[in-house]
C-alpha cells in the first residue's frame, strides 16, 4: 500500500442501511485490517447507527438526512481535522467490493484522486437508456479535462489523496451529483491528478436502492444541468491544495 492502514479513513455514508451494515463493514475488516471507519448516518429511521457501533465502527449521526454529498463533507471535514492521509468512500449497502481498496491506494502514488470504475472491464454491471446515455456524455467531457479516459465519472467509489482531503474538507458540493460529477471538476479545476481503476458492482445486500425508472430518465436532464454548473462554478485559489502530490 502507498499509505500505511493508520492513515487512512473509510467513510459509509449510509441512510437505513441496518440490513447491510455489519456485513459490509465486516468485509472490510477481511480485506483492509485495522483500516479506521466512520458512519455516517445520514438521518437514518432504523438501527443503522446503533448496528454500525455493535461492529466496531466510529459513527456520527445527522440530524436529518442531507445526502451523500453531505454526508461526505462532513466525513472529509472529520479526516482533515484528524489528521488521515487518504479518505476511502464506500457505500454502506454492499454494493462496493472492500476486496478493491488496496488497489485505489496502490494508485494514489500516481494520482490525487482514483475512481473505482465500473465500466472499465472488470465485472458484468450495466445501466440503459437515460443513465446510459448522461453517464456516457459526463464521461467524455471529463475526460477531456483531465487528458485521461474516464469511464464511470458517477462512481461512489473513489480513494482522495492528502490534497483531495484538503481541497474537499474546504469545498464539497452537497447537490444532487455534486459528489460525484461536480467533486470531479472542482479536483481538476484545482489542479489536482484523476485516474481510475476498473472494479466489480455487487449486488446491494438489503435496503432500497435509491432509483426507480422515473428518477432514472430524470437523471439524463439533472445530470447535464450538474454538469454545466459544475463548469461554470468559479474557483476560490483560497480553496486550491497547496501540498505536494501524493
Given at each position: 500500500m502507498a499509505f500505511e492502514v493508520?492513515?487512512?479513513?473509510i467513510v459509509l455514508p449510509a441512510f437505513n442501511e441496518q440490513a447491510s451494515i455489519v456485513h459490509t463493514l465486516n468485509d472490510i475488516d477481511k480485506n483492509v485490517p485495522?483500516?479506521?471507519?466512520?458512519?455516517?448516518?445520514?438521518?437514518?429511521?432504523?438501527?443503522?447507527a446503533d448496528y454500525a457501533r455493535q461492529a466496531g465502527?466510529?459513527?456520527?449521526?445527522?440530524?436529518?438526512?442531507?445526502?451523500?454529498?453531505?454526508?461526505?463533507?462532513?466525513g472529509f471535514r472529520h479526516a482533515s481535522r484528524n489528521g488521515y492521509k487518504v479518505v476511502i468512500q464506500l457505500d454502506a449497502d454492499g454494493q462496493h467490493d472492500p476486496a478493491y481498496?488496496?488497489?485505489?491506494?496502490?494508485?494514489?502514488?500516481?494520482?490525487d484522486l482514483v475512481?473505482?470504475?465500473?465500466?472499465?472491464?472488470?465485472?458484468?454491471?450495466?445501466?440503459?437508456?437515460?443513465?446510459?446515455?448522461?453517464m456516457g456524455l459526463l464521461s467524455t467531457v471529463i475526460s477531456r479535462s483531465a487528458n485521461s479516459k474516464l469511464t464511470d465519472t458517477t462512481s461512489g467509489f473513489r480513494a482522495s489523496g492528502p490534497r483531495?482531503?484538503?481541497?474537499?474538507?474546504?469545498?464539497?458540493?452537497a447537490e444532487y451529483l455534486?459528489?460525484?460529477?461536480?467533486?470531479l471538476v472542482i479536483a481538476l479545476k484545482s489542479g489536482l491528478t484523476v485516474s481510475q481503476v476498473p472494479v466489480a458492482m455487487r449486488k446491494r445486500i438489503g435496503g432500497q436502492p435509491s432509483q426507480n425508472a422515473w428518477q432514472?430518465?430524470?437523471f439524463l436532464f439533472r445530470a447535464a444541468t450538474a454538469l454545466i454548473i459544475a463548469y461554470m462554478r468559479p474557483t476560490d485559489p483560497a480553496n486550491e491544495p497547496h501540498g505536494e502530490k501524493s
Open positions: 493508520k492513515d487512512v479513513l485495522g483500516a479506521n471507519k466512520l458512519v455516517v448516518d445520514d438521518g437514518s429511521t432504523d438501527k443503522t465502527a466510529q459513527v456520527a449521526q445527522l440530524p436529518f438526512n442531507i445526502g451523500v454529498g453531505g454526508a461526505m463533507r462532513f481498496i488496496p488497489e485505489l491506494l496502490r494508485n494514489l502514488d500516481q494520482s475512481i473505482g470504475a465500473r465500466f472499465a472491464g472488470e465485472g458484468d454491471y450495466e445501466v440503459h437508456g437515460p443513465r446510459k446515455w448522461a483531495a482531503i484538503e481541497l474537499f474538507a474546504k469545498d464539497y458540493p455534486g459528489d460525484t460529477v461536480e467533486s432514472s430518465a430524470v
